[in-house]
C-alpha cells in the first residue's frame, strides 16, 4: 500500500551526519523556492537555499532551519548536505538580530564582500522567519 511506503532523510553537515531516520514526508528551501518531498518522487539533485526544512515522522512533525547546501534525492533517499541544521526552537532570537543589525551596517568595499554581506543578511531574515513564526 503506497500509505505504507517511506522516506529515508539523511541530513549530513561538516561535522556530523545530524539525522539518518525513516519519514514520511519532507520539505524544504531550494535556492529558487520551496519542495517537498513524498514516496515515489524522481531522482533530483539540487541547490538549497536558507530557511525551514520540516520533516514529518512517525513520532510528530520536527523543524530544522538549514544553511544553504545541496540536496539528492535517489530512490527512497533524501540526502540533505548543509552547512549547518539547526533545530528551530534552539534558535536564538537576539543573536539572530544582532548578526542581521551587523551584517547591514557591514561596509562591503568588492563585489565578494557585498555578497557575503548579502549571503548573511538573506540567512538572518530566514532565521527570523522560523522564529517569529512560533
Known sequence: MATDRRLRLVIVTPETTLLDQDIRSVRFPLFDGQMGV?????????????????YHADDGEHALFIDGGFVQIKGSVVSILTGRAIPVEAIDRSAV????EEARLRRALTDEELAEKQRDQQRARAMLALVRGR
Open 97 to 100: 538580530e544582532a548578526a542581521l
Open 38 to 54: 513524498l514516496p515515489g518522487r524522481a531522482p533530483l539533485v539540487g541547490k538549497l537555499g536558507y530557511g525551514e526544512l520540516r
